[in-house]
């Protein structure tokens, strides 16, 4: 019974949590605390280390073998580092190194959140199974993560797989990365909501402009909202085509609020990949729903500590 549970941190930019998970993935403890997003550095740091505090004082922290983070990315695993976009205070911030001390030297491993998610939906969720996987984040931004023959490929520095900044549209919109016409650009809620809007769609009574409302409108048959639902699904069949011709993927799985609209977005999601994805060898691959839900996070990022241990990645332990 002993060193058989991780521990494991998910870093965004809204809240911190943290868990330690059984060896089979369930949940054991939780905990949270508010991200301090505005703050400076030291003050978000202090609130990693309040969500540390209360695994730490668990009887059964002393089980903990190693810990995983996923964290909203950039991170650099190589380096041990993070650069949370939303989270300005940190830059180059010595997550690894910080969160090694609070834990009395567990060994540490670092991905993004995106390749948390893919751990999380390859253990136990909608990629189980499949040995190339491409799994995706759909909501705010649009993240992902890459699972190759049977293994989780985060890369050198835990990014691999960031599907929601490749280029789908040459002249496209600038996409905050410093790109053009990105996926994220295009299918993200955000821009799901201000294309409806850009296009005419109206709000209901309570002035709800979310995806959610638009996929809302696009369920009840308003084509505006329709329309910006299929442009996200030809945006994340264009990277998801592309992303299977180029390393052959058996599976696409999209969780996220924004798939949360169900038929609204999978519908022209599987039509428009017929469109891209042409070739033989990708012709049939699956599209299908999460199934991790907002667990997703904590139980990849224990995966991914799982992994690491058993040298089963490339992702750093340190
Ligand atoms: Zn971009």
Avoid at 22 to 48: C, H, K, N
Avoid at 56 to 85: F, K
Wanted: hydrophobic share 45%; aromatic share 4%; net charge negative.
């Amino acid at each position: 019974m002993h060193n058989d549970l991780y521990a494991a941190l998910d870093i965004g930019g809204t809240k911190i949590a943290g868990a330690l998970v059984s060896g089979d993935g369930r949940i054991l403890l939780r905990s949270q605390a508010p991200t301090p997003a505005r703050e400076d550095g030291a003050r978000v740091m202090g609130a990693v280390s309040t969500v540390l505090d209360t695994l730490i004082a668990d009887p059964r922290w002393g089980r903990a073998s190693a810990l995983g983070i996923g964290s909203a990315g950039p991170v650099d695993a190589s380096a041990g580092t993070v650069s949370p976009v939303n989270v300005p205070g940190w830059r180059g911030f010595p997550l690894v190194e910080r969160v090694r001390n609070a834990t009395g030297g567990l060994p540490v491993t670092l991905v993004g959140d995106g390749v948390a998610m893919t751990a999380a939906e390859h253990w136990q969720g909608a990629a189980r199974g499949y040995d190339n996987a491409l799994c995706m984040v759909v909501s705010t931004g649009v993240g992902g993560g890459l699972v190759l023959g049977g293994k989780l490929h985060p890369g050198p520095t835990g990014n691999a797989g960031h599907i929601g900044h490749i280029s789908v549209d040459l002249d496209g919109d600038p996409c905050p990365c410093g790109g053009r016409g990105c996926v994220e650009r295009i299918a993200s809620g955000p821009n799901i909501a201000r294309r409806a809007l850009e296009s005419g769609w109206q709000p209901g009574p309570d002035g709800d402009a979310t995806a959610a409302a638009v996929a809302a409108a696009a369920r009840a048959g308003d084509p505006v909202a329709v329309a910006s639902y299929q442009r996200a699904a030809q945006a994340l069949a264009a990277g998801i085509a592309a992303t299977a011709t180029l390393v052959e993927i058996d599976i696409a799985v999209i969780g996220g609020g924004v798939a949360g609209a169900g038929e609204v977005l999978f519908a022209p999601l599987r039509r428009a990949l017929h469109d891209y994805a042409t070739l033989s060898f990708v012709q049939h691959l699956k599209i299908a729903p999460a199934l991790m839900g907002t667990d997703a996070g904590l139980v990849g990022a224990a995966a991914a500590a799982s992994l690491s241990a058993q040298g089963e990645t490339a992702a750093v332990g340190s």
